[in-house]
């Protein structure tokens, strides 16, 4: 019997436990089990692949960190299943053999089309990788997440501790202007994808590097301005005056968890300190009349025309983490009409998963893919869970024999699946 989340009402757990694994996963792992060779492309809004274009190295290693984590939940045979077939395409087509990382994009045939090596392709692959491993117990998945984090380390921190954002295929270049500029949000998807390499693997250097990036956030990031800004110059002057709520929701909930990955409880009062201040701002200012949160404020200051799926699915996360520390009813409240407001607005009844975008009348906006270079699974999947098993669900490392006991009774049971 599934363990729900015992820090909030049993009937939104379960809502998002079914909602996981009845009305987005299967969408998806249908998506990557149609893939001959494993890689994901677009997927139109009723669920249908779009044979034509690029396919993206964001997309298919945040679908193969959904795909091991859910299997870890619910040792369904078919995430695994799923998870497998990603993992061996996404390293075939996207893997550099010859100057390391992975490549931003492929084509529709599955040949290199953008062989640029940019940062979030590192961090999610790493990301993607050190879950997978949990899953599955393949050595080769935990050699390959250490050696992206090595990359990062040697190719994409600089001198003062920031992170890159993208060099050439071999490093050789990066532009100018990505050069003099820092981007919260490359900060924070590394610090993201070391965190679940803690996690099954916990050494002092994993913890150093995650406790500066923490401190960069508490220092330099989050007192710059009342929202969290985007984008910084080298000398931490923010560059970008527009705003996105599901980043004032989602870079807060993000070093929570890595705070209770290496047990820093000081840093962890800290970052709960500026959560709980982000979260009351964005309440106060992010709220849609007729509900959901707003995607964010543009370059003048004014709100965007949009709500996305990932910003309510952060918002989720946020809340019930607020909640969780102060127990204080408002955020119960918040959290229970937002959930609400799922389940009128963002459900797609007739195709399944969540509607990307909506507009201010919270109508779909156009007939937008459910699967693209960005638009993925895992967002709606880790909110989801964090809400049905509780966050802690993300923190779990390893358990004694997990991996002997898959191999035992599960791979038997995907031959000729």
Request: contains cysteine.
């Amino acid at each position: 019997m599934t363990e729900l989340n015992s820090n909030i009402p049993s009937f939104l757990a379960q809502y998002a436990e079914n909602q996981v694994t009845k009305q987005i996963l299967p969408v998806w792992v249908k998506h990557a089990m149609r893939q001959k060779e494993g890689v994901m492309g677009a997927m139109s809004a009723t669920g249908q692949p779009v044979v034509t274009g690029p396919k993206g190295a964001v997309m298919n290693a945040r679908a193969l960190w959904s795909f091991a984590f859910a299997y870890r939940q619910t040792r369904n045979p078919r995430l695994f299943l799923a998870a497998a077939h990603c993992y061996e395409g996404f390293i075939d087509q996207f893997e550099d053999r010859e100057y390391g990382g992975m490549y931003w994009t492929v084509d529709s045939a599955g040949r290199p089309r953008d062989d640029s090596k940019a940062l979030l392709a590192q961090t999610y692959a790493l990301y993607a990788f050190a879950q997978y491993y949990a899953a599955s117990g393949d050595s080769t998945a935990l050699m390959r997440a250490n050696r992206l984090a090595q990359l990062i380390e040697v190719r994409y921190q600089r001198s003062d501790g920031t992170y890159a954002s993208e060099f050439a295929r071999d490093f050789s270049a990066s532009t100018p202007e990505i050069e003099n500029e820092t981007d919260s949000c490359h900060q924070l998807h590394v610090l993201e994808a070391l965190t679940q390499l803690y996690l099954v693997q916990p050494t002092d250097a994993i913890k150093q590097s995650l406790t500066h990036i923490i401190d960069l956030f508490l220092v330099r990031i989050f007192p710059a301005e009342k929202h969290l800004p985007m984008l910084f110059d080298r000398q931490w002057q923010v560059l970008n005056p527009a705003r996105s709520y599901g980043h004032n929701f989602e870079a807060p909930w993000l070093l929570s968890l890595a705070c209770q990955a290496i047990q820093d409880k000081e840093r962890g009062l800290c970052v709960d300190h500026e959560m709980k201040r982000l979260v009351d701002l964005t309440l106060e200012e992010g709220l849609h009349s007729e509900g959901g949160f707003l995607y964010g404020l543009d370059s003048a200051g004014q709100p965007t025309g949009t709500l996305t799926w990932w910003g309510q699915a952060e918002a989720s996360n946020a809340l019930q983490h607020v909640y969780r520390f102060t127990q204080d009813e408002r955020y119960l409240n918040a959290l229970s009409q937002l959930w609400q407001d799922i389940k009128t607005h963002w459900v797609d009844t007739e195709n399944d998963e969540w509607f990307t975008d909506l507009d201010l009348h919270l109508r779909p906006t156009g007939n937008l893919n459910k699967a693209d270079l960005w638009r993925c699974v895992y967002h709606s999947t880790r909110a989801c869970f964090a809400l049905s098993r509780g966050e802690d669900a993300l923190l779990t490392p390893i358990k004694n024999n997990e991996t002997d006991a898959f191999t035992a009774a599960v791979a038997p049971s995907l031959i000729g699946f």
